[in-house]
C-alpha cells in the first residue's frame, strides 16, 4: 500500500495549487526563528521540498543532496525549504540549515503543508493519512512556477532546473513595474529643509522600532532608522496641506480611493553610520496596522548613497526620489530600503487611509477599551481612556 493508497485518496481533500497561483501568505517556525514569514523572500526563487518526514531513507537522501547544494541555493538568487511535520526530524535525524539559503520548516501544524496541497486537508497524517510528498518552485513574484513529485522525480532533474533558471530580475524576459507612484515636488525645498533641520536640531531622533505580528519590536538587523514626531500644528497644516493637493487627488484618480485620514507626521533619517535600512515588509500585516491603505515617502535631502526603496516582488531596481518628491504605494505590497552606505536619507512617512480604513481602526481602539474594562484600570497604563 503506498502514501497515497486508492482508499485513502478517495476521501484526501487537499488544497489546489497549481502554477500561476500565488503562494498563500505564511508563517512558519523556520531554523531557529519562530514565525518567519516566507513573503519576506519575494525577490528571489524558492524551491520548497515538501517531504513531510525523513523516516523514509530514500527521501531523507533526495532532501539532504539539494541541501547540500550551498553554492546554488545561495539567499540570493534562489532558496531552499525543507518542510517537516515530524518533530523526530529535528530531534532525532537532526536536519540543520545552511543560511541564509537553506533552511528547514517545523510545520507541526501543517499550515505550509496544507496550503502546498501536500497534507490532506481532512486527514490525520500521523495516523496514516494520505500524503503529496513534492517539490514546489516559487518564482520571484511568489507564484508556483511548477512543481513535481518527490518520489517520482529524480532529484538531479530537480537541481538541473534550479540551475537554469534565469536570474532573478530577468524572469520572463521582461521587467515587471511595481504598482507605484513617483510624484514630483510635493514639498517645497524650503519645507523640506524645515523638516531636515526638526530631525537634527532633536538629537538624531529614536528608534521607534516596528510591529511583528501584534507586537512592537526592535531588531537594528531587520530595521535601522532613527524617528522624530513632528508636533508643531502649523507644521503639521502645511503638510497635510501639501499632502491634499498633490498626492490625495492622485490616489483616486488611479486607485478608486479618496483618502480622507493622515496617520503619523514622521521624520525617519537612515544614516550610513547606523547601517540604516529596513528589510522586507508590509505596512499593514499587524492587527494594529490593518487600517493603512498607502505609504507614502518623501526623500527631504539628496546626497546620499544607497536608501532605494525596493519592490522584490516586482523588481529589483528601486526608487531613489530627488528631495521634495514622493514615491507612494499601497500598504500592502512587500517592500525595503536598502542599507546607506554614504551620508544620511532623511524622509517624511506618513501612511493615508479611507472611511473603510477608519471603520476596522475604530473597531479595534473600541475592542481595545473594553478589553482594558474588563482587567480594571492599570496604575502604570498612562494612555487615555
Known amino acids: 500500500m503506498t502514501e497515497t493508497a486508492a482508499a485513502s485518496e478517495a476521501t484526501a481533500v487537499y488544497r489546489r495549487i497549481e502554477p500561476g ?11 531557529d526563528m519562530k514565525g518567519f514569514v516566507f513573503d519576506s523572500c519575494a525577490g528571489r526563487f524558492l524551491l520548497f521540498g515538501l517531504f513531510l518526514s525523513a523516516d523514509d531513507p530514500d527521501i531523507r537522501a533526495m532532501v539532504e543532496a539539494v ?8 539567499g540570493e538568487r534562489v532558496s531552499f525549504f525543507g518542510v517537516s511535520v515530524m518533530p523526530r526530524d529535528r530531534e532525532v535525524h537532526r536536519l540543520t540549515g545552511v543560511e541564509p539559503g537553506v533552511r528547514f520548516v517545523w510545520d507541526f501544524d501543517r499550515t505550509v503543508s496544507n496550503a502546498c496541497g501536500a497534507t490532506p486537508l481532512n486527514g490525520d497524517v500521523a495516523k496514516g493519512g494520505a500524503v503529496a510528498r513534492k517539490w514546489l518552485l516559487v518564482d520571484p ?10 518520489r517520482e522525480t529524480p532529484v538531479e532533474e530537480v537541481i538541473a532546473a534550479v540551475e ?11 521587467t515587471r513595474p511595481a504598482p507605484v507612484l513617483m510624484l514630483p515636488n510635493v514639498l517645497a525645498p524650503e519645507l523640506c529643509r524645515q523638516l531636515t533641520d526638526l530631525h537634527r536640531n532633536q538629537g538624531g531622533g529614536r528608534d521607534i522600532g516596528f510591529f511583528r505580528g501584534n507586537q512592537q519590536v526592535y531588531d537594528p538587523s531587520f530595521k535601522s532608522r532613527r524617528d522624530v514626531t513632528i508636533t508643531d500644528p502649523a507644521l503639521i497644516a502645511a503638510l497635510k496641506d501639501s499632502l491634499g493637493r498633490r498626492i490625495l487627488p492622485e490616489i483616486e484618480k488611479l486607485f ?3 483618502a480622507n485620514y493622515v496617520e ?6 537612515y544614516s550610513a553610520e547606523d547601517g540604516g535600512h529596513f528589510r522586507p515588509h508590509i505596512d499593514n500585516g499587524a492587527p494594529s496596522t490593518a487600517h493603512r491603505r498607502f505609504a507614502i515617502s518623501i526623500n527631504l535631502n539628496d546626497g546620499f548613497e544607497g536608501g ?3 519592490f ?5 531596481a528601486g526608487y531613489k526620489a530627488p528631495a521634495g518628491w514622493a514615491v507612494v504605494f499601497p500598504c500592502a505590497i512587500l517592500h525595503a530600503v536598502r542599507r546607506v552606505t554614504a551620508g544620511s536619507r532623511y524622509a517624511y512617512l506618513p501612511f493615508v487611509y479611507d472611511d473603510t480604513g477608519k471603520a476596522i481602526l475604530t473597531e479595534r481602539e473600541n475592542a481595545e477599551r473594553a478589553q482594558r474594562a474588563e482587567v480594571g484600570p492599570n496604575p502604570s497604563d498612562s494612555r487615555p481612556g
Open 21 to 31: 497561483d500565488r503562494l498563500p501568505t505564511l508563517s512558519q517556525d523556520c531554523g
Open 67 to 74: 541541501a547540500a547544494r550551498s553554492d546554488l541555493f545561495d
Open 141 to 150: 513574484s511568489m507564484r508556483v512556477l511548477r512543481s513535481w513529485p518527490m
Open 164 to 174: 537554469a533558471l534565469p536570474p532573478p530580475d530577468g524572469f520572463g524576459g521582461v
Open 256 to 258: 478608486f480611493m479618496r
Open 264 to 269: 503619523r507626521h514622521l521624520i525617519g533619517c
Open 308 to 310: 532605494e526603496v525596493v
Open 312 to 316: 522584490p516582488e516586482y523588481n529589483m
